[in-house]
């Protein structure tokens, strides 16, 4: 469905209008799939996914600019230049853009004036995919590919752990799995292709191949490092591998100017579909309201505040800016609760079942808090949840999520008609609202559970 409605004529916005109902669609085979996923064939499944996959390549990348921004990167490298020094837009990098395809490159990147926040394990792929030339089509093939190989991961880490392998289904057929790899071009489609990885090495006891999966995991994407903690005391060597696996990719870009400019601009600026802290933000805005001026805080908050939100140092706090930072604060607080009520739980847990049950959980608590939850964010989640859907209520509302993800793209025709990104409240409310609910039954459920054992207790 999504390539059928991609493929019908339109500019550029009317296209993604076209595949933005595909999207929705694509959620209603992965409907029958949630219902009939244990009766399917593993090898018929594999072929089907990865075809699908293969077929949508024939669409250009319309659901977002970043892949465009991972071309650019791998040409500046090639160029023996350090992509973290310069934006795209820098004048700096014009002698590059003499090259009539890397100009058009250039000018399909979004946010051009903020240099890239992509780790080095990512660039060195952007590098490696730039040598066949400057064209996303390689990225995306690559991405197939690793799909591929999440799914085949996938169901033998099920077997592994004693569960039905036809459960890889669960993220094959997810609608952010087909599209976001082989159309959006992510690159945590290969961050989770790793992850995937090294949790299967990992159950198979296989020490050395699971750190080296998790450090390249973490070198291509930062969120597989919340499990690191976990494993410190009762999977060391793991984690060393990791460690040193993530430094030698790192080692290339040593001495330059690394991400972290570009990642406290992302994360200073940055909100999108968000859930849980749009609450938050609603509020804060009550203590400070909007346009209500600067406010009068301490040298130390004030501070902690502009840092935050990636502001000047010499600047005044300012009401708008504080909400942001105050709310960013109480999603961590809470996202930190729950982390450690998991790792409280796992702590005697062998490694690789608090492994995976800590990551599922935990991935699914920072995307419901997030200030920004991309559709592709939600691949990290996919394996957990399919992992855990056999024997657990938790991930079926977050299953369901995928099915409604692709709300959060309705804004983007109009934003590349006018350049201006405009959501009501009402796109957010469709989305999480039936997520919530879910969880909010399942908590329910959960305490029933528990009182009705104490009552026969």
């Not at 099915?403 to 409310?429: D, H, K, N, Q, S």
Request: one cysteine or more.
């Amino acid at each position: 469905m999504p390539l059928v409605c991609g493929l019908l004529p339109g500019d550029e916005a009317t296209r993604l209008e076209h595949l933005i109902v595909g999207y929705g669609l694509a959620g209603l085979p992965f409907a029958v799939v949630l219902a009939t996923w244990r009766r399917l064939n593993l090898r018929s499944l594999w072929v089907v996914a990865v075809g699908i996959r293969l077929l949508l390549l024939l669409l250009p990348p319309l659901l977002s600019e970043d892949v465009w921004r991972y071309v650019w990167d791998g040409a500046v490298q090639l160029a023996g230049l350090d992509p973290y020094r310069h934006a795209p837009a820098d004048p700096a990098l014009d002698a590059l853009a003499l090259d009539p395809i890397l100009a058009a490159v250039r000018a399909q990147i979004g946010h051009a004036d903020i240099a890239t926040i992509y780790p080095p394990g990512a660039q060195i792929i952007f590098m490696i995919t730039g040598l066949a030339g400057p064209n996303p089509i390689w990225i995306r093939l690559l991405l197939v590919a690793a799909d591929g190989l999440t799914l085949l991961g996938l169901a033998r880490w099920a077997q592994a752990l004693g569960r039905p392998p036809q459960l890889a289904a669960l993220y094959a057929f997810a609608p952010p799995a087909v599209l976001e790899g082989a159309v959006g071009g992510h690159i945590d489609g290969l961050g989770v292709a790793l992850l995937v990885g090294a949790g299967l090495a990992f159950s198979r006891r296989r020490d050395g191949w699971a750190g080296a999966a998790l450090g390249a995991s973490i070198a291509t994407k930062l969120l597989p490092v919340l499990v690191v903690p976990l494993l410190l005391r009762r999977a060391w060597r793991v984690v060393a591998v990791a460690a040193v696996v993530a430094g030698l990719l790192a080692l290339p870009y040593l001495g330059g100017s690394g991400p972290g400019e570009g990642l406290a601009q992302y994360g200073g600026r940055w909100r999108g579909n968000d859930g849980a802290f749009a609450l938050l933000i609603n509020v804060f805005e009550h203590v400070w309201p909007p346009g209500s001026g600067t406010v009068d805080l301490s040298p130390t908050l004030s501070r902690l505040v502009l840092r935050l939100v990636a502001a000047p140092a010499d600047a005044l706090p300012w009401a708008e800016g504080v909400v942001f930072a105050a709310a960013k604060l109480a999603a961590l607080g809470l996202f930190s609760l729950v982390w450690l009520a998991l790792a409280f739980r796992h702590r005697r847990a062998p490694p690789i079942v608090a492994f995976a049950g800590l990551l599922g959980p935990a991935v699914a608590a920072l995307l419901l808090l997030s200030p920004v939850v991309h559709p592709w964010y939600l691949l990290w989640l996919l394996p957990f949840l399919a992992l855990a859907a056999p024997d657990a209520r938790w991930p079926w509302p977050l299953l369901g999520w995928n099915c409604l993800i692709f709300l959060a793209y309705l804004p983007r025709p109009a934003y590349l008609r006018t350049g201006v990104w405009l959501t009501g409240p009402e796109l957010p409310l469709l989305e999480y609202l039936p997520v919530w609910f879910g969880l909010a039954l399942v908590g329910m459920s959960r305490v029933q559970r528990r009182g009705h054992r104490a009552t026969d207790g």
